[in-house]
């Protein structure tokens, strides 16, 4: 056996530190002299004494050798949460002593009110039933029989439309519209196009298997076979069948329910959780607090100072204040994430007794950039593959076509819900989302394990506040260097 070998067999076999310890212990009941390599055998010097009683050395490696075979890290990992809160300590008390207290909840209302006696983003709010009572209608017909497939097809295709291009129209030229109220009204729209998108591929593949079940093929033994055993199924069902879904109920429940993705009958939870629902609801009002706070301590001061380095084109102060927004950025991102999908969803989730709340999953084991996409956001992620992806796939795109399409209507999503408030096209958020698919090539082809995780936080760590601080950086000279 080698040195190394021999070192990892001293070591309890390069084992855990549970193997090496039973492998004392085993050493403990021997006798003495019999330990420590004595182990019985002649010495190298044919049996001599070499004073086994009073040896106090092994052949062993240092714990932190890889060939020690040594795992447990967990105090290094609660040293870095402790440097983690000291150094941010030590940031906020810089941030306060530099700043002063800049949190400022009334401030907040400003956000979404630019004239309290107009409030165009609440009125955007309400007439998006209007499309939603339009799409119920043309549903019924369908159902009916009164409005062709083709004709259906094209009055959704150009309700769809409506509902992405009307709330557009109006945030561009309502001058009183703030970019929050706007952001909050198109986020909306944006969600009842999802959703009023996939009750109609539903419907639709309910009445393709209605027909499908009314004329089986002639010849077709199985399928009449199988007809009065799915006829009693259905009957035997307790939930809604179609048409009998095509009702406000059914689909108002739909539109407030945690989800992007239309069933007939949703699994439902048998009862509301009181003390759930009382932590989550804390959660909610606490975080959203926390949120506004580090916006208004941390970040506009930090976006504010960076505007300077950009006009002289000042690039190691770009880059300077780059990483110095990235650490608030990040931070802000994480939290949104659990008030939103956590907090927030689970709220609305007990509230309404939705059983699936599977709203994410574990996206910070990212080792690739497809995984994180796969697994942060479930509601969309779910979306695109039921109405988009899967559609592409069965009508014979290839697997890299669809995928590019997907992260493309999503990269026009991002640059909607920003442009749009902003009255701005700058095309930053498209790039950057449009930017995932380099980028899930790159960390597939040549990151794995670790490294591949590494990757997916530096482009999250990174990737958003370059985003914000170009389109701040547009905004600003935009709007307030002219009129100084
Ligand atoms: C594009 C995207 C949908 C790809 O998803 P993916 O999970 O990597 O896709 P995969 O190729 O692994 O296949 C997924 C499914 O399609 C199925 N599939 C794959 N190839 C298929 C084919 N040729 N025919 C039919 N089905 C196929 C798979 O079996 C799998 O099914 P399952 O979900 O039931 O297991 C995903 O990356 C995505 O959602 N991207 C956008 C996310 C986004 O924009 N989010 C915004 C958040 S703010």
Known sequence: MGDRGAAVAAAGGGGSSGRRRRGAAAAARQPPGAEQGGGGEPGPDGGHDLGGDFR???????????ASGYSNYRGILNWCVVMLVLSNARLFLENLIKYGILVDPIQVVSLFLKDPYSWPSLCLVIVVNGFVVVALSLERRL?????????GAVLHAVNLLAILCFPAVVVLMVTSITPVGAVFALAIYTVTFLKLFSFRDVNKWCRERREAKASPRPGDGSAAAAG????????????????????????????????????????????????????????MLFFIQLLVGLIQQWMVPTIQNSMKPFRDMDYSRIIERL?????????????????????????????????????????????????????????VHKWCLRHFYKPMLKRGASKWTAQTAVFLASAFFHEYLVSVPLKMFRLWAFMGMAAQIPLAWFVSKFLRGNYGNAAVWISLIIGQPIAVLMYVHDYYVLNYEGSQ
């Open 56 to 66: 106090c050395h092994k052949v062993q490696e240092s714990l932190l050798s890889s």
């Open 228 to 283: 009065p055993k799915k006829a009693n199924g259905d009957v035997g069902q307790s939930g809604v069948t179609y048409p009998g879904n095509l009702t406000y109920r059914n689909l108002y429940y739909f539109l407030f329910a945690p989800t992007l993705c239309y069933e007939l009958n949703f699994p439902r939870s048998p009862r509301i959780r009181k003390r759930f629902l009382l932590r989550r609801l804390f959660e």
């Open 143 to 151: 159902a009916a029989g009164s409005l062709s497939e083709g004709a």
């Open 323 to 379: 990483l110095k927004l990235a650490v608030p950025n990040h931070l802000i991102w994480l939290i949104f994430f659990y008030w939103f999908f956590h907090s927030c969803l689970n709220v609305v989730a007990e509230v309404m007794q939705f059983g699936d709340r599977e709203f994410y999953r574990d996206w910070w084991n990212s080792e690739s950039v497809t995984y994180f996409w796969q697994n942060w956001n479930i509601p």
